[in-house]
């Protein structure tokens, strides 16, 4: 049988807030939450409250977190995996990150046109759906497709773009459209 660990103190728990930093990208939320849930399962073991806020914002100083670098990383990280901008604005409100920020990193209409092609690529919805003993793509297999991309954050419109198209040129084309008029 496991002996318990022995409570933190104001040492010990700087210690597992600088080794959590070092160990993960984080924003100062995460690391507020990791550092309250280690004082729920140890106990205090100090005079005064702990004051977990205290040591983010500090870390925040030292450069160590920064929220808005952290949110451009995490919503690029999830853009480029196919997912949409209603799943990544989920993912940085569970995390902590200010609306604001949110808002900055948001994807604009090229970003959002590249991810749903990469999801629909990947996992072969659409145009990109490729039949198995000349099977079509079945209005029961088209609504579950549809019905992915939804949960995976993307616009009905977006969707419906996607999984209307002719072809993967198609697609090609709708992406490149977005690109053009960027620049």
Same mark, same amino acid.
């Given at each position: ?8 103190d104001s ?18 939320s995460k ?16 005079? &005064? ?7 983010? &914002?500090?870390?925040?100083? +030292?450069?160590?977190?920064? @929220?808005? &670098? ?8 999830? +853009? ?22 949110? *808002? @900055?990193?948001?994807? @604009? ?19 990109? =759906? ?7 793509? @079945? ?25 209307? &198209?002719?072809?993967? *040129? ?6 490149n459209e977005?690109?053009?008029?960027? =620049?």
């Amino acid at each position: 049988m496991k002996r318990p660990k022995k409570p933190l103190d104001s040492a010990r728990l700087q210690e597992l807030a600088l080794a959590y930093v070092a160990r993960f990208s984080t924003s100062t939320s995460k690391l507020e939450t990791y550092l309250k849930r280690k004082l729920r399962e140890r106990g205090w073991e100090g005079e &005064a409250e702990p004051d977990v806020a205290a040591i983010s &914002a500090r870390y925040v100083e +030292l450069g160590y977190i920064d @929220d808005a &670098a952290y949110a451009r990383a995490k919503a690029g990280g999830l +853009l480029s995996r196919g997912y949409g901008a209603r799943r990544v604005s989920q993912a940085l409100y569970a995390a902590g990150i200010d609306e604001n920020i949110r *808002e @900055d990193v948001a994807p @604009d209409e090229l970003k959002m046109r590249l991810a749903v092609q990469k999801m629909a690529q990947k996992r072969r919805f659409g145009p990109y =759906y490729v039949p198995k003993d000349g099977q079509s793509l @079945d209005r029961d297999r088209r609504e579950k497709q549809i019905a992915a991309l939804l949960r995976a954050g993307h616009g009905f419109d977006i969707v419906g773009k996607v999984m209307n &198209a002719r072809s993967a *040129e198609a697609v090609d084309d709708w992406v490149n459209e977005a690109r053009d008029e960027e =620049y």
